[in-house]
């Protein structure tokens, strides 16, 4: 059977049990989606290594990709790590000297052996792709509209002055932000070079932060690290106040894909399926439209049943989902219809 030319799929979290798993895996392949992304936190590799692992089996015996996401390793996106409570020395620090309590520094070599240890786990429990999901440092705005940065801790603090011969200033200015960027992507280099010695496949997923530009350019320097082979990102729209969901999503979308094409790698571009509000389901239908139409030829929500386990779910779950499976169908016939198309101009000349 030829490799389709468009995959489509769905973040899963909130349930351990597998016999609710396997349903539920047969209920996505049932939609035709071909990847599931499930989290695999610290607390699921301490706590649910044997029962992830047979999930990860149902979800490849329902015939689908599983992609593993590193929920919550070193802070957000995801559950909070129980990493810092036995290593505070790995503390992030805003640029006021207030701890992020629940980041860990990128830099610290002793972080990156964890996440080592972690990679090792997830090729052990028998996943082949790993997905980095939203890579960042942290920021927020102090009561007096100071931007608070992170990380600013001993570490970084260290890295910088060599780098720069000063200290690290307060400030967020150019030399902090490609600092920031640069820590980014030397982690990233790290740990993706390290799953593919081990025969493993990295996807990345960069999001959008208003306030810091729209990290395209983190994500053109994610893009030229060999060993990341897929890059994306999540232009969610709910949220974003005026946003139009078909312009807000083709114009990322397509940066993302243009991007990805450059660089010769594949891409992702994910669909808002949480956080929906009543009564605006059908902006799915438009807003996965508008990113097959930008190019984006993998498309995942986020989540699985709009994310109802969480306390971020969409506000009507199950119409939400209703609403993810007719979107990801629908572009699947689009797709049907082009490389048909396409046949009949070829074949019947």
């Not at 070599?109 to 082949?128: C, L, N, Q, S």
């Not at 990233?188 to 990345?204: K, R």
Request: aromatic share 10%.
């Amino acid at each position: 059977m030829p490799k389709r030319t468009l995959l489509t799929g769905v973040a899963y979290h909130g349930n351990r049990m597998l016999s609710h798993a396997v349903a539920d895996m047969r209920e996505i392949a049932q939609a035709d989606m071909d990847v599931v992304v499930h989290m695999l936190s610290q607390t699921d590799r301490d706590r649910h290594k044997t029962v992830m692992k047979d999930i990860f089996a149902a979800t490849e015996d329902a015939g689908l990709d599983v992609w593993v996401d590193c929920w919550g390793l070193g802070g957000p996106p995801g559950d909070v790590s129980n990493f810092l409570a036995y290593h505070p020395e790995c503390h992030a620090y805003f640029s006021n000297g207030e701890l992020m309590a629940p980041y860990a520094c990128l830099n610290h070599p002793t972080y990156r052996d964890f996440v080592k240890g972690w990679i090792e786990d997830v090729y052990e429990m028998g996943a082949r792709t790993i997905f980095w999901d939203e890579p960042h440092l942290g920021t927020k705005k102090a009561e007096n509209g100071e931007i608070l940065y992170g990380c600013s801790c001993p570490t970084c603090k260290k890295l910088f002055e060599e780098r720069y011969n000063r200290p690290m200033p307060r400030e967020l200015d150019e030399d902090v932000i490609q600092f920031r960027t640069d820590t980014i992507v030397d982690y990233l280099g790290t740990v993706s070079t390290y799953a593919a010695i081990h025969g493993m496949t990295n996807a990345v997923c960069v999001m959008f932060v208003p306030e810091l530009g729209s990290n395209l350019d983190l994500l053109d320097r994610i893009c030229t690290l060999p060993n990341m082979h897929n890059v994306g990102s999540d232009p969610y729209w709910y949220g974003q106040e005026g946003a139009h969901p078909y312009e807000y999503v083709y114009s990322r979308a397509k940066a993302t894909v243009e991007m990805a094409d450059k660089c010769k790698k594949d891409h992702n571009v994910w669909i808002q399926t949480y956080n929906v509000p009543r009564g605006r389901e059908e902006e799915i239908i438009e807003a996965t439209a508008a990113a097959y139409d930008a190019g984006a030829r993998t498309l995942l929500a986020w989540g699985y049943h709009g994310s109802e386990s969480n306390t971020y779910r969409a506000k009507n779950p199950m119409r939400t989902w209703d609403l993810t499976v007719e979107a990801m169908k629908r572009v699947r016939t689009m797709e049907r219809d082009r490389i048909l198309a396409e046949n009949r101009m070829r074949f019947m000349k």
